[in-house]
């Protein structure tokens, strides 16, 4: 076999297996029609067979595949495609021969209820003779035309029922209403079947006026209801403006107006109300009835307006459909005529170019196809449309016309084409689309095909295996992709079975609602039709079969939910009766709160029962809405009082919740928990809010304390193991201190304690519970040390603490009872005696004080304050025994002024002494003497050695005042305090330099400087 004849194969559409065959046929272009047909009707796969019918679009081939092919799902598939032709196809030739193909009962029901084309309706209607399916298409036929000439072909009463009551087209139903009232309305349960089934208003309205007057208890319509009556009518027709339906707005007018004639005749002058005169009366009805009459001509006008709008736009959109079929018809006359050029390949270049010429004159001189009607359901992607497809379809053909032209045209051009269909095959068989592989591959193969054939061997040369390599790669992706559609195909099966399953699962539940088996039994009748791809024939009957039991069931469940929800309906009338009875009797209660609760608990119950028969519930509605409008404001003022004290309440929480957050950061502990505790406390004491305030409160105040006590908690973990670690470390110091009860060298001992109390200082806090403990122990044990050193030193120094005792008691024997015990009496009182040589005394007193021996510093203050103490007394009750010596007290006073003047004139801020009672010439001439005298006149002044100047100036009264005798009583200690004063004052503005100070000795401790608050009153420093 050459090259030339291997590329020369069988098609696959005659392969001996029947999936590859039926892979073929899936990849034909649709003008193969012919070879379609051919493979319909005798192909020996059924599965074949069906994939070519699905594929055919001539209406008089399907038509004779139902005729005589023998298998069930081949003439399923061509019925269906003959019903969606006749149902969908705009040309009603094709539309009518697809029609006459039809025979079942089923299938000339559904065109005859949604064909497009409303001839081939009337067509399908007039073939059928079963009143079942009659009664189906005049209840839902798409066309008035055919839902009338259904009607008229129904004689059974139960189908005439069936469309009064279950239709939703009010022309049909209102016919059928008249058809079964032609006898009489003597037929109660007719009436009272329309009155409460009939989907249709008009249908109801007019069953209840039959079944008003078949009672004979008509009831006289009010005075008010009269006035009433034409100003409802008038305000529904206004309201039918903005109806967008031509039939529903002619259907609402036209019933409109038949209410309108029923009263208007009669409804001229009504009676005037009680206590007016009749000409009064009359005078303002008839002007009633004007401007009713006005209102409703106007209403009526704007309908008619907007009917004829409608009206016009329907005409305008039918007009644009016919236009847009008959452009749509000759562009695809023309794509016809080229895609029979294509076909033909015995036409040669010259015929195809004059071919493609005059098709394209013709194009050009069609109209543009008009813009299909704006109908898309909002969210719904817009269809494609078919003006785009045809000029796409149109473009590809002459570009395929073109080609061949070009391929005819040179052996070069034709290699070279060769070449670019090969990498165009590649480049096809390496993409991840399906339908690339398909209709892509499929014309450029068989472009390649058709090349080959008039090409020789030599001119393939290597293209050959590279597209046998391109159609390898291609029969591979197709197969994965057929996977992948079987994959797909068992997953919808999953689905429609776990649908199937909760179907099922739905009709065993015993609480099964009437609104949920609705929507269920809507589901199974939908589901049959919309199953998409399954894997099997199988599958889909298994499904179907399902489907078509639990629709069964369940129809059976909704009837029964239905009676059901009627008798609900007659037990919630008596339900009403009961709850306008209490509405009724709050009334006379005067508990605001217990009106408040019965009105709340009356509404809730009253929604519960809300749903009752139509035409029974109006009384008590208006019963009940008369009670409620008494009540309801009582009601409402309580409820709005509660309304104000929950959101009382709601601000109140609202505050303990921003505190509580406040608080949450706090690391102040035992105040904050304190704190935080006391908020809860107030949170129970405040009353509720609303419940979803109540809820975002609490959850804002519970999530801050939460947040505190968290922190708390771990603040608390982490000091426990530091209290831990320092209770470790004070045992180890109370151990150390305790260890020294022992030690002989007490100098040491004492040295120990006080390294271990600096110890103790720089160690943390322990817990609360073993602080107390740990400090008594040690504290214990340090004082058991100083106890010893105090015992030893108090045994050495206990002679001369007694000499030093006896000087004071000696001095203090001077005084007088009064004096040492009480208060010091005036100066020189002249009941007091002066003792005998007690000037030598005291001086006496004094030097044997200078000689004493030290004591221990403890010892020493106490002593020596008591010395001064009866010193200062002495010499405060004996002046004149001292005037003259170093203790005179008026010498003394005088030497005190005058330090402390030395020393507050040298402080910065001191006022010039010499300003005072001097004029500003005196105070200047003072001011160059001084100049003059220190020798400064012109000279920059040296400030450190000024400082340096007036610190030894200073210190040098301090020396004075501390060898100063006694100066006693409050004079004494002002001039003290004032002196001390002046001093503190200097060093705080002239501060001593470290170079002033002299060097300490190496470990000596400078000496404690005492606070000026436990100085001596008498302000003496002076050890006598």
């Not at 012919?34 to 493979?39: G, V």
């Not at 470390?729 to 020294?740: D, G, I, P, Q, S």
């Not at 005084?815 to 005696?833: I, M, Q, V, Y």
Request: aromatic content about 4%; glycine content about 4%; hydrophobic content about 40%.
């Amino acid at each position: 076999m050459s090259v030339f004849d291997r590329f020369r194969g069988q098609p696959e559409w005659q392969h001996e297996d029947p999936s590859v065959r039926a892979s073929a046929v899936d990849d034909l272009e649709d003008d193969a029609q012919e070879l379609l047909a051919a493979i319909a009707s005798e192909d020996a796969d059924p599965g074949v067979r069906s994939a070519a019918v699905v594929r055919l679009s001539d209406p008089a081939t399907l038509g004779r595949i139902l005729r005589t092919d023998q298998v069930d799902d081949v003439r399923a598939e061509a019925a269906a495609m003959l019903r969606a032709m006749a149902v969908d196809d705009t040309n009603l030739e094709r539309a009518t021969v697809a029609l006459a193909g039809l025979s079942e009962a089923r299938d000339l029901g559904e065109v005859a209820r949604v064909a497009g084309l409303e001839a081939v309706s009337v067509s399908a209607l007039e073939r059928l003779d079963t009143q079942k399916v009659i009664s189906v298409v005049a209840r839902r036929a798409t066309h008035a035309l055919t839902r009338r000439l259904a009607l008229e072909r129904l004689d059974d009463q139960d189908e005439l029922l069936a469309v009064a009551v279950k239709s939703d087209h009010k022309d049909v139903a209102l016919a059928a209403f008249e058809r079964l009232a032609v006898g009489g309305t003597e037929n109660r349960d007719l009436l009272e079947t329309m009155a409460v089934r009939a989907r249709s208003k008009p249908v109801a309205r007019r069953a209840k006026t039959a079944l008003t007057a078949l009672d004979g208890k008509p009831t006289p319509p009010s005075p008010e209801e009269l006035h009433q009556r034409p100003e409802r009518l008038c305000e529904s027709v206004e309201a039918l403006v903005s109806i967008d339906d031509v039939d529903l707005l002619s259907d609402e007018l036209a019933e409109a107006e038949r209410e309108w004639s029923s009263f208007v005749g009669t409804e001229t002058v009504a009676p005037a109300p009680a206590g007016d005169s009749a000409g009064v009366g009359q005078e303002k009805q008839t002007d009633l009835t004007a401007a009713v009459t006005k209102r409703w001509a106007g209403a009526v006008k704007r309908v008619r307006e907007q009917l004829d709008r409608l009206e016009l736009a329907r005409s305008e959109a039918d007009r644009l459909r016919r236009t847009r079929s008959e452009v749509l018809a000759a562009r695809t006359a023309l794509c016809e005529r080229l895609a029979a050029v294509v076909a033909d390949e015995s036409c040669d270049a010259t015929v195809r170019t004059a071919e493609v010429a005059r098709a394209r004159a013709e194009w050009r001189v069609l109209p543009a196809v008009p813009d299909a009607e704006r109908g898309e359901v909002e969210g719904e992607a817009p269809a494609p449309s078919p003006g785009a497809s045809i000029v796409q379809r149109f473009e590809e053909l002459v570009g395929r016309v073109e080609a061949q032209v070009q391929r005819q045209s040179s052996a070069a051009d034709r290699i070279a084409r060769l070449a670019e269909l090969a990498s165009a095959l590649e480049t096809i068989s390496q993409t991840d689309e399906v339908d690339d592989l398909k209709k892509r591959w499929t014309g450029t193969h068989a472009e390649w095909t058709g090349l080959i054939r008039v090409s020789t061997p030599d001119e393939v040369g290597e293209l050959g295996p590279r597209v046998e390599a391109a159609e390898a790669h291609r029969v591979k992706r197709l197969a994965e992709a057929g996977e992948e559609r079987k994959r797909r195909e068992r997953a919808n099966l999953a689905k429609q079975q776990r649908r199937c399953d909760e179907l099922e699962q739905a009709l065993v539940d015993e609480n099964l609602e009437l609104n949920d088996a609705e929507r269920w039994l809507r589901l199974a009748r939908s589901l049959p039709g919309n199953l998409g791809r399954l894997p099997t024939r199988e599958d889909r009957d298994g499904l179907t079969k399902r489907l078509r039991e639990a629709q069964t069931v369940l129809a059976g469940r909704v009837r029964e939910l239905r009676g059901l929800a009627e008798w609900k309906q007659w037990a919630n009338s008596g339900v009403q009766a009961k709850l306008c009875q209490r509405l009724e009797a709050l009334r006379a209660v005067d508990d605001e709160v217990l009106v408040a609760q019965e009105f709340r608990q009356v509404m809730a119950a009253w929604r519960q029962a809300s749903d009752v028969p139509r035409g029974e519930g109006k009384e008590l509605w208006q019963r009940f809405k008369t009670a409620h409008d008494a009540i309801r404001p009582r009601a409402e003022a309580y409820l709005a009082k509660q309304d104000a004290l929950r959101e009382e309440h709601f601000a109140r929480k609202v505050a303990l919740c921003e505190e509580a957050e406040r608080l949450a950061e706090s690391t102040d502990w035992i105040k904050t928990a304190q704190r935080i505790t006391e908020l809860q406390a107030l949170w129970k004491q405040v009353g509720a809010a609303t419940r979803k305030q109540e809820h975002a409160a609490w959850n804002r105040f519970r999530s801050a304390c939460g947040r505190f006590f968290h922190r708390r908690r771990d603040d608390l973990a982490e000091r426990k193991q530091v209290w831990a670690k320092n209770a470790k470390l004070k045992v180890a110091l109370c151990e150390k201190a305790e260890a020294l009860k022992g030690e002989s060298d007490l100098g040491t001992a004492k040295e120990t304690v006080k390294q271990l109390q600096v110890e103790w200082k720089t160690v943390g806090p322990v817990r609360r519970t073993r602080s107390d403990a740990l400090w008594r122990r040690f504290r214990a044990a340090c004082d058991g040390v100083y106890s010893r050193a105090q015992e030893a030193s108090d045994a050495e120094f206990a002679d001369k603490i007694t000499a030093r005792a006896s000087v004071c008691e000696r001095l203090e024997a001077l005084l007088p009872k009064t004096t040492a015990t009480s208060e010091t009496p005036e100066h020189g009182d002249a009941g007091t005696e002066l003792p005998d040589k007690i000037a030598e005394t005291v001086s006496a007193a004094r030097a044997e004080w200078r000689q004493l021996p030290p004591v221990p510093r403890q010892q020493e203050r106490s002593l020596t304050a008591r010395f001064q103490t009866a010193l200062s007394g002495v010499v405060e009750r004996y002046p004149e025994a001292f005037s003259g010596s170093d203790l005179d007290p008026e010498r003394n006073r005088v030497a005190l002024e005058r330090l402390c003047e030395r020393v507050e004139g040298l402080l910065e801020d001191a006022p010039s002494s010499t300003a005072g009672g001097h004029s500003p010439a005196e105070i200047l001439a003072a001011q160059l003497r001084d100049a003059l005298a220190s020798n400064t006149m012109g000279a920059r002044v040296d400030t450190e050695a000024k400082r340096r100047e007036d610190t030894d100036e200073v210190k040098r009264a301090q020396i004075q005042r501390r060898a100063l005798g006694v100066v006693p009583g409050e004079t004494g200690r002002q001039l003290s305090d004032r002196f001390r004063t002046a001093c503190d004052r200097f060093f705080q503005q002239h501060p001593p330099e470290a170079s002033d100070r002299p060097p300490a000795p190496r470990g000596e401790r400078a000496p404690r400087r005492r606070r000026s608050g436990r100085r001596h009153e008498s302000g003496s420093r002076e050890r006598a």
